[in-house]
């Protein structure tokens, strides 16, 4: 017996994607193969996917030899998923939730990678908690729009090159694969979207997570400033920059991440020494 068409589920379920979630699905099926296919070998271990609507991308998954957690917060999807888990015995969990309060880190088992058309409205933040905990995957293998695809890959000294840009590459390998027009979606969105690949960096410089944060913040949050100006309100603008070997004049599109690393090494000393004062 062989599944039905991904529009013919989408009729009968009544899955009108909803503008609220971010819905956007993915029915070529060349594409959703071709999705698999960049995910690498998906025969060990665990693969989740977030937000898998009727399942189109699932489907694909399962069809390369992925044992999937599927996250899928929306209940009118979850019949049309147990439809393709019943297909395959065994080999699909969905879990009925809101992948933002999930710790997809202890999902299945070891070696695990998430593959996913994140919904628009949720996929930064989804990421960012992915790039705390980047070392429990294998790899991360995501579409974005291609705005936000371009910030992720973008080089200090570009206009796109910000806080995303350096925490995303921070963490992990980050590499553009290829773009997806609007017509492969139903309905097709307003934007391009691009599929990224992370992979965990094992020569990652040493820095907190927050306090990297907290320095992209307010170094970005005024880009256009010099550095003495946009880091006052980290304190001692003048003794972070210079503890972090980075020049006072420059802006923070030109900083590189091991600077951004620096100074949130330099800060790590300037609130230890502050509590013991």
């Avoid at 990297?212 to 550095?227: H, I, N, P, S, Y």
């Avoid at 603008?237 to 100074?263: K, S």
Wanted: hydrophobic letters at 45%.
């Amino acid at each position: 017996m062989t599944l039905p068409p991904l529009k013919e589920v989408i009729a009968r379920h009544d899955l009108r994607a909803k503008k609220s979630l971010g819905q956007n699905f993915l029915l070529d099926l060349n594409l959703t193969a071709k999705i698999a296919r960049a995910a690498g070998d998906l025969s060990r271990g665990t693969t989740i996917e977030i937000g898998p609507g009727p399942g189109g991308l699932t489907r694909a998954l399962l069809e390369a030899g992925a044992q999937v957690i599927a996250i899928e917060k929306d209940a009118r999807c979850q019949d049309a998923l147990a439809e393709i888990a019943a297909h395959y015995p065994g080999r699909l969990e969905v879990i009925g939730g809101d992948a933002l309060a999930l710790d997809a880190a202890s999902l299945g088992e070891a070696p695990r990678r998430i593959v996913a058309n994140l919904p628009y409205n949720v996929a930064t933040p989804l990421l960012i908690g992915w790039l705390r905990r980047i070392d429990a995957f294998e790899s991360l293998t995501l579409m974005f729009q291609r705005e936000v695809a371009e910030r992720l890959t973008a080089s200090p000294g570009t206009h796109a090159y910000g806080r995303l840009s350096v925490i995303a590459q921070w963490r992990a390998q980050v590499k553009r694969l290829f773009d997806i027009a609007p017509r492969a979606f139903t309905p097709p969105p307003k934007v391009v979207s691009s599929v990224v690949q992370f992979r965990p960096r094992a020569d990652a410089p040493e820095a907190e997570f927050a306090l990297l944060e907290r320095v992209t913040a307010a170094a970005f949050g005024q880009r256009r400033k010099m550095l003495r100006a946009s880091l006052k309100s980290l304190g001692d603008a003048a003794g972070l920059l210079a503890e972090a070997g980075l020049e006072p004049t420059a802006r923070a599109e030109e900083i590189p991440i091991e600077g951004f690393c620096a100074l949130a090494r330099a800060l790590a000393g300037s609130l230890t020494r502050r509590a013991g004062d």
